[in-house]
């Protein structure tokens, strides 16, 4: 998605970036055992497992440093690590740029 944004005329002031909570103590999943011991041994309570989020959306650090940041995939907290390899294919994020494209439509937003 960064590259659509940045590609656009005028550019769009957006970065996009994915990231993943952390193992969170929800009950999502809340039928399967092993996912409950997980869980409960290794993650954290829902507060917090909302920090990437908010590190990903109000960080001074990545509004002063946006570079470093386009289109990165980041773990708790703010760390970046290299996306799956899905990610990298050019057709599943043509994919998802038009999956939000529609989607924005549908809503009025686009």
């Known amino acids: 998605m960064q ?15 994915s990231l993943h909570p952390g193992i969170v103590k929800t009950d999502i999943k809340q039928n399967h055992l ?8 290794f993650g954290v309570e829902p507060e917090r497992g909302t920090y ?22 980041i773990e708790p907290i703010g760390i970046v690590v290299p996306p799956a390899a899905p990610a990298l294919i050019n057709a599943n994020s043509e994919a ?11 809503i009025g937003v686009f």
């Open 3 to 17: 590259k659509q944004f940045d590609m656009a005329s005028p550019s769009i002031p957006i970065t996009a970036i």
């Open 52 to 73: 990437n989020t908010l590190f990903a959306g109000a960080s001074k650090q990545i509004a002063q440093r946006r570079e470093e940041y386009k289109g990165k995939y």
């Open 34 to 41: 092993a996912w409950k011991l997980v869980a409960h041994v």
């Open 96 to 106: 998802l740029w038009r999956t939000t494209e529609d989607f924005l439509k549908k």
